[in-house]
């Protein structure tokens, strides 16, 4: 068997189509079958399952998908530090992100970091969930990702960094505004601002809440914590958000026309990095981890 073979049976397990890994490589949908035919023939094992609206690995095909993805992405991770040796550029890191993490948690981070490796190539991919950022971690689009913290998830190892105190953001002249705190009893005829239906966040909040017997009404619902907070601020409803760095203060008042108004009873939100495997991570994307942390603790 050859790297091309494992690369082609990756690529049809992903799409679940001979066609249309044939299109995307510009060959014959034969030309890509001989490749799966090689691995079969090399295992003595039927790898592909052939079905009426294309294919799914077997069990054996699954095990030599998942060696074969690791294995691969470790030998392409190689040869692109091979390749800035060799050009004599310094690396790459590459960096799943949520709507607002750059904004909130890394924007100090980035500044120290790229000030001592201007040469560095500091790669971001905005994947609008903490999900969706596991997911880019565990199939290789990204050496480290921001996420809040949820479950275990198979092949990627999440590191709690800082937690997040709930607060309910509401305009300045709302009737809650003038509240030092919040109990949960409070929120139970709030408009609520709700978080996209899968957020990891929204999960947390809303199990803590219905533990309690508390299902809110929406009133509105928005992709990011941001746009959450500015549609409290124009009254639209109120949000209950994490503080997020830059949103704090002691009293719990915001700015401008919103107030952050503290949830005690709310466990906080944790918050921190993720990676397939923190000891395979090249040394500048665990600098750049680190810096990201020291800054974010310096606020």
């Not at 969706?132 to 198979?154: F, K, M, N, Q, Y």
């Not at 990011?224 to 124009?234: G, K, P, Q, S, V």
């Amino acid at each position: 068997m050859t790297l091309d073979d494992l690369r082609v049976f990756v690529a049809v397990c992903e799409a679940g189509n001979l066609s249309a890994v044939a299109r995307d490589l510009s060959c014959s949908q034969s030309a890509v079958s001989q490749h799966v035919r090689r691995l079969e023939r090399e295992t003595g094992l039927v790898l592909l399952e052939r079905r009426p609206r294309g294919v799914v690995p077997t069990g054996a095909g699954r095990v030599l998908r998942r060696a074969a993805a690791d294995g691969l992405s470790g030998l392409d991770a190689a040869l692109r530090l091979l390749d800035d040796l060799r050009r004599g550029v310094g690396g790459t890191v590459r960096v799943a992100t949520g709507a607002t993490t750059v904004r909130h948690f890394m924007a100090g981070g980035v500044a120290a970091f790229r000030a001592r490796h201007p040469e560095v190539a500091l790669q971001f991919e905005t994947a609008g969930s903490s999900r969706r950022c596991l997911e880019a971690v565990r199939s290789h689009a990204a050496d480290l990702a921001w996420v809040t913290i949820g479950p275990p998830l198979d092949g990627v190892e999440q590191r709690a960094s800082c937690e997040l105190p709930w607060v309910l953001a509401v305009r300045s002249d709302d009737p809650l505004a003038c509240r030092a705190s919040l109990a949960l009893g409070d929120l139970a005829e709030i408009r609520h601002i709700e978080l996209p239906e899968h957020a990891t966040s929204r999960v947390h909040l809303e199990m803590r809440l219905e533990g309690h017997g508390l299902r809110l009404a929406s009133t509105a619902s928005v992709a990011d914590w941001d746009t959450a907070l500015l549609l409290a601020e124009l009254g639209l409803g109120h949000a209950i958000l994490p503080a997020l760095p830059g949103w704090r203060d002691g009293s719990g008042a915001g700015s401008g026309d919103v107030r952050l108004i503290p949830i005690p009873d709310l466990p906080p939100l944790a918050a921190g990095w993720a990676a397939r495997d923190w000891d395979a991570l090249s040394p500048l994307a665990v600098e750049f981890a680190e810096t990201v942390l020291e800054r974010l603790n310096r606020r």
